[in-house]
């Protein structure tokens, strides 16, 4: 399956944005036993959790740090995974990546290795 991050942009301290994960290519739907996740990245340092959904809607998982201001879900028909962003700071400031991979058990759900199938990243800059 072939990954699509979109919906990075430049905004102020505060703002929202919402980015999008869309699966394509030949194989190209999310199915029951997929994870999709999304972690984040600044220059220098490694990449970092920030959230991930089940698409059979079994769980959802967050970060310590973007709990209760970011959303991830999932519409089936549009075959993407979403992640709503509020109150947006400085420190979310990092290039996001989508990624996804099969029948990940919990545990393994916020370690980026665990991942195989990966989107091209977005950039998100947050102004103060």
Not at 27 to 50: A, C, H, L, N, Y
Not at 117 to 125: A, D, H, N, P
């Amino acid at each position: 399956v072939q990954l699509q991050a979109s919906g990075g942009g430049l905004v102020q301290a505060g703002d929202s944005l919402r980015l999008s994960c869309a699966a394509s290519g030949p194989s190209g739907r999310f199915s029951m036993r997929f994870t999709v996740g999304w972690f984040r990245q600044v220059p220098g340092k490694e990449r970092e959790f920030v959230s991930a959904i089940r698409w059979s809607g079994a769980g959802t998982w967050y970060a310590d740090s973007v709990k209760g201001r970011f959303t991830i879900s999932r519409d089936s028909a549009k075959n993407t995974v979403y992640l709503q962003m509020n109150a947006l700071e400085p420190e979310d400031t990092a290039v996001y990546y989508c990624a996804a991979d099969l029948n990940l058990i919990n545990s393994a759900v916020r370690s980026h290795d665990q991942y195989d199938y990966w989107g091209q990243g977005t950039l998100v800059t947050v102004s103060s």
